[in-house]
């Protein structure tokens, strides 16, 4: 080998320096560089789980956020159908409350223009009375007996649609 250039002794002095170096290497620098690579690893994967996992929690809390804004828009929904039956419920008790009263104005009024009709007419028949008593004692001269004359007032009157009594109340 010689003859090739080779040193037998420095070969293996060689082989036995790159064998030394490459189980240094390894338990130097391999281990440690492959045990980090699997702790990185290791830590990517724990990292990846908590993000699914956080994928997952965020999802869950999505769907419930849903679900309450839904329940709660139903919920509203229900209130404002509730307040407008009662608001027209109001409002139809407000509108007979105010049918009824017109009508009990109505009735009143109907009542105070008759007792008032009533009064007139009654006012009228005593102006009559007392002007057909005045006109039979100016065309006789005399007086009448007033029975007779208040007689005979009443008996025309009544002929006419009503009689006026001695306390001036009309009569049918």
């Not at 002794?9 to 440690?32: E, M, R």
């Not at 509203?76 to 105010?98: F, R």
């Amino acid at each position: 080998m010689e003859k090739l250039g080779i040193s037998l002794g420095l070969l293996i002095s060689q082989l036995v320096n790159f064998t030394l170096l490459a189980v240094l290497l390894y338990l130097l620098l391999y281990k440690p560089v492959l045990k980090m690579l699997n702790q990185r690893k290791e830590r990517i994967a724990r990292s990846m789980a908590d993000v699914d996992a956080a994928r997952a929690a965020a999802a869950n809390a999505q769907q419930e956020y849903d679900r309450k804004i839904a329940e709660a828009q139903r919920r509203s929904q229900e209130i404002i159908a509730q307040a407008a039956q009662t608001g027209e419920q109001a409002g139809a008790e407000i509108k007979t409350a105010a049918i009824r009263e017109a009508e009990t104005i109505r009735q009143q009024a109907r009542e105070d223009a008759a007792q008032e009709k009533a009064q007139i007419l009654a006012d009228a028949q005593k102006q009559i009375a007392g002007l057909s008593m005045m006109a039979t004692e100016r065309v006789l001269g005399q007086a009448l007996d007033p029975d007779l004359q208040r007689k005979l007032i009443d008996q025309f009157l009544s002929e006419m649609g009503g009689s006026v009594t001695p306390t001036g109340h009309s009569e049918p």
